[in-house]
């Protein structure tokens, strides 16, 4: 690539994540215009010469204050679109949050397989390269998309920002909230044994989920006497989470505390996650918690900055480093 700095663009909706994402990693700032028409359609322009540039789009495909998730979407590929129409040399899409990418295969008949659709529709704006990071199902995710595609991990940063908080680590147990989720459970559990070099428990429980509703709450696994972490990829309702910790505790558990990457918090989640049984709450700032107000969950939120693990990520796709630390979950 040219030795420009790479160029960093957002909608407005996702510019707070964008512009410390392109300061960490020496990018510049990509100008851009959004105009709404009188009917609800809208325009997105880039204002500045992209030709012959390394371009990165870095947006969470999430809901926002100012839009829906579907409107996000549609004014990321718009975007995408432009840069490409207007001569970028590289073009990569960043979403810290993937939307709609949950839904990975079918559980019933003629079920839509979204994760592939998204999948598509980016391949149709003719990018380059996706960066997501703790994707809902990694082995969907890659098979999605025919353009290399790359899934950071955040545990590492999660694991730096437990211990820098004064939190407990001994009679630690790191816990899944469903048996789909025990990989990650256990790649979180390696990585906090490592860096303590001690012992850490592994847990999970039993979930079903049917047309919305949630049944099932067998665990396996030593959680007496030990503070669990529950460790998921997104939170959304908070129901999942809340159920697991109630179980958690209800077999000995001393404390339990919930760590995802992804802080969706539905309309409902304020009130779910209103209860004594979760110590602490910890997510990312991949999606804004604007949804959370003054209440006894914000209260005890703590949200981890993703933005050097990103800014590192651009940094070593433009200069062409080795991201193979920043895959293994490594920090930066």
Same mark, same amino acid.
């Given at each position: 690539?040219? &030795?420009?700095?790479?160029?960093?663009?957002?909608?407005? &909706?996702?510019?707070?994540?964008?512009?410390?994402?392109?300061?960490?990693?020496?990018?510049?700032?990509?100008?851009?215009?959004?105009?709404?028409?009188?009917?609800?359609?809208?325009? +997105?322009?880039?204002?500045?010469?992209?030709?012959?540039?390394?371009?990165?789009?870095? !947006?969470?495909?999430? $809901?926002?204050?100012? !839009?829906?998730?579907?409107?996000?979407?549609?004014?990321?590929?718009?975007?995408?679109?432009?840069?490409?129409? #207007?001569?970028? @040399?590289?073009? $990569? =899409?960043?979403?810290?949050?993937?939307?709609?990418?949950?839904?990975?295969?079918?559980?019933? /008949?003629?079920? /839509?397989? *979204?994760?592939?659709?998204?999948?598509?529709?980016?391949? @149709? =704006?003719?990018?380059?390269?996706?960066? *997501?990071?703790?994707?809902?199902?990694?082995?969907?995710?890659?098979?999605?998309?025919?353009?290399?595609?790359?899934?950071?991990?955040?545990?590492?940063?999660?694991?730096?920002?437990?211990?820098?908080?004064?939190?407990?680590?001994?009679?630690?147990?790191?816990?899944?909230?469903?048996?789909?989720?025990?990989?990650?459970?256990?790649?979180?559990?390696?990585?906090?044994?490592?860096?303590?070099?001690?012992?850490?428990?592994?847990?999970?429980?039993?979930?079903?989920?049917?047309?919305?509703?949630?049944?099932?709450?067998?665990? @396996?696994?030593?959680?007496?006497?030990?503070?669990?972490? +529950?460790?998921?990829?997104?939170?959304?309702?908070?129901? $999942?989470?809340?159920?697991?910790?109630?179980?958690?505790?209800?077999?000995?558990?001393?404390?339990?505390?919930?760590? %995802?990457?992804?802080?969706?918090?539905?309309? !409902? #989640?304020?009130? +779910?996650?209103? *209860?004594?049984?979760? $110590?602490?709450? =910890?997510?990312?700032?991949?999606?804004? /918690?604007?949804?959370?107000?003054?209440?006894?969950?914000? &209260?005890?939120?703590?949200?981890?900055?993703? *933005? /050097?693990?990103?800014?590192?990520?651009? !940094?070593?796709?433009?200069?062409?480093?080795?991201?193979?630390?920043?895959?293994?979950?490594? %920090?930066?």
């Amino acid at each position: 690539m040219p &030795s420009r700095p790479p160029l960093v663009f957002s909608l407005a &909706s996702g510019s707070d994540l964008a512009d410390r994402v392109a300061a960490w990693a020496g990018a510049e700032r990509g100008a851009h215009e959004e105009r709404a028409f009188e009917d609800g359609e809208h325009k +997105i322009r880039p204002t500045i010469s992209v030709r012959e540039r390394d371009v990165y789009v870095v !947006q969470s495909l999430c $809901t926002s204050p100012e !839009q829906a998730v579907s409107d996000t979407l549609i004014r990321v590929l718009f975007l995408l679109g432009a840069l490409r129409d #207007a001569g970028a @040399a590289r073009l $990569t =899409m960043v979403a810290p949050y993937l939307g709609y990418s949950r839904k990975d295969r079918r559980t019933k /008949p003629r079920d /839509p397989v *979204t994760t592939r659709y998204i999948g598509q529709l980016f391949e @149709a =704006m003719h990018i380059d390269r996706i960066v *997501t990071l703790d994707v809902h199902n990694v082995a969907a995710f890659q098979n999605a998309f025919r353009c290399p595609s790359v899934m950071l991990e955040a545990r590492h940063v999660f694991i730096e920002a437990w211990l820098a908080g004064g939190r407990p680590t001994r009679g630690l147990c790191v816990a899944s909230p469903d048996v789909g989720g025990v990989k990650r459970a256990e790649a979180f559990r390696e990585s906090l044994e490592a860096r303590l070099g001690q012992e850490v428990a592994l847990a999970f429980m039993e979930k079903k989920r049917s047309e919305g509703r949630v049944t099932g709450k067998l665990v @396996a696994g030593d959680v007496e006497g030990r503070c669990v972490l +529950i460790v998921d990829d997104l939170i959304a309702s908070g129901t $999942t989470t809340t159920r697991a910790a109630r179980a958690f505790l209800e077999r000995g558990a001393e404390q339990v505390h919930a760590i %995802a990457t992804h802080g969706l918090f539905s309309e !409902q #989640a304020d009130t +779910i996650l209103d *209860t004594d049984d979760l $110590t602490g709450l =910890m997510v990312s700032n991949s999606v804004p /918690p604007f949804r959370l107000q003054a209440s006894v969950a914000r &209260s005890r939120l703590d949200v981890v900055d993703i *933005t /050097p693990l990103l800014g590192e990520a651009i !940094q070593r796709l433009h200069g062409g480093g080795s991201l193979v630390e920043l895959l293994d979950g490594g %920090a930066p």
